[in-house]
């Protein structure tokens, strides 16, 4: 089976400074792969994904790098701010009818110091 | 907007007994899913269900049962609790079939004494 491996597992940055949260996964059927980001006392929310025929994705802030031969990918935020601390997980999945299971990674907790 | 509720947020059992963890999502959704969340080791799939009465193992069912009676209504059984499933057990539901995007609920805290 799939197996996702995240670093690091803390991350501290001073606000308005970049973050970047690396995934490795071991399947090579994988062709989806989102981020999801989990609040305190929340349950985790998704906040980008990409498919492996696009190499990268941007939504305002963060952006997500897929290096499909490598077989990682990763999450960047830009000009972090304090609601970014956060736990951030990453995903992989063999996304064919849309009710594939998703294997998670280890998470991040990201905290933004002021 | 998508609304995935979890019937307690904490909860404190004894060792032996039979838990009850019950999920509820609002948006007609066919796919549920059942999560535990421990330090270190993320989330993790016990059981998921892509419709009524069918249910299929995730990758740590060992120790759980679920069911799923009503497409809205998707629970998870501790059959006997045991100490070392105290964890965080996060429920989710998905229907999207490009994005597969869950929809988490807050999660329940469960300690096994």
């Known amino acids: 089976g799939e197996n996702v491996e995240q670093h690091p597992s803390t991350l501290s940055v001073q606000e308005g400074d970049s973050a970047v949260i690396k995934c490795t996964y071991s399947d090579s059927a994988s062709n989806y792969f989102p981020w999801y980001k989990q609040e305190l006392g929340k349950g985790p929310q998704l906040i980008i994904d990409i498919r492996s025929n696009v190499g990268e994705k941007k939504d305002q802030r963060i952006a997500v790098t897929l290096n499909k031969t490598a077989k990682h990918f990763s999450l960047h935020i830009t000009e972090t701010q304090p609601e970014d601390s956060a736990v951030y997980f990453c995903?992989?999945?063999?996304?064919?009818?849309?009710?594939?299971?998703?294997?998670f990674g280890t998470g991040t907790r990201l905290t933004i110091i002021p | 907007d998508v609304k995935v509720t979890q019937s307690s947020r904490y909860l404190v059992k004894r060792t032996g007994e039979k838990v009850f963890l019950e999920c509820v999502q609002d948006?007609?959704?066919?796919?549920m899913f059942w999560y535990r969340q421990d330090p270190g080791l993320g989330l993790r799939l016990i059981y998921f269900?892509?419709?009524?009465?069918?249910?299929e193992k995730g990758d740590i069912p060992e120790g759980y049962s679920v069911s799923r009676e009503k497409k809205e209504r998707f629970s998870l059984i501790l059959e006997s609790a045991s100490t070392n499933q105290t964890s965080m057990y996060l429920c989710?539901?998905?229907?999207?079939?490009?994005?597969?995007?869950?929809?988490f609920g807050p999660g329940t805290r469960l300690t096994v004494l």
């Open positions: 989710a539901s998905s229907q999207d079939k490009v994005t597969n995007e869950q929809f």
């Open positions: 995903a992989a999945s063999q996304l064919n009818f849309g009710n594939e299971k998703l294997t």
């Open positions: 269900s892509y419709d009524v009465k069918m249910k």
């Open positions: 948006m007609d959704h066919e796919n």
